[in-house]
């Protein structure tokens, strides 16, 4: 991988949008909706990282509480304390490779246990993207991601 790769710091939103576990999934999917997210990082009250509330569990809420009613209308016993995350050093390839191997839509991204960012599909697509700009080879017809190898690395075959 080039030294100039890009990283999770390089590419993350910063401005991230997360919920508590005593909140009520009413009001969280309220908070979807007016920020147009389709999930959001659950931290504790001091900001510790707790796992992912998603718009797909919010559906599946509301599908059970129409046919059982629910226990109750905290988000904290449905949050997904085994999402993925990643640290702010994770390498561009690492991270679309999980985005294309996961159903996850987005990756918080933690240091020391608290979450500085947010990484997207879509943000993943725009770094990608202004990358094949700058380093569209013009020699040759084959695509070329500097973030994966350098050109002197790469085999025809």
């Not at 129409?66 to 994770?90: C, K, L, Q, W, Y």
């Not at 991270?95 to 997207?120: C, D, F, H």
Request: hydrophobic letters at 40%; proline letters at 4%; glycine letters at 6%.
């Amino acid at each position: 991988m080039p030294k100039n790769a890009l990283t999770a710091q390089d590419i993350m939103t910063t401005k991230v949008i997360s919920v508590t576990p005593d909140q009520d999934l009413f009001d969280v999917i309220g908070l979807f909706i007016k920020h147009k997210i389709s999930g959001a990082p659950v931290v504790d009250r001091a900001g510790r990282y707790l796992g992912v509330f998603t718009e797909r569990t919010s559906i599946k809420l509301l599908m059970d509480a129409m046919n059982h009613g629910t226990p109750t209308n905290r988000i904290e016993p449905f949050i997904d304390s085994d999402a993925v995350t990643v640290s702010a050093d994770t390498d561009l390839l690492t991270i679309a490779q999980i985005l294309q191997e996961t159903q996850y839509r987005r990756l918080p991204v933690l240091k020391n246990g608290k979450v500085i960012g947010l990484i997207s599909r879509r943000d993943v697509l725009q770094a990608a993207h202004k990358l094949m700009e700058l380093e569209q080879p013009q020699e040759s017809t084959f695509l070329y991601l500097s973030l994966i190898h350098e050109r002197s690395e790469l085999t025809v075959g």
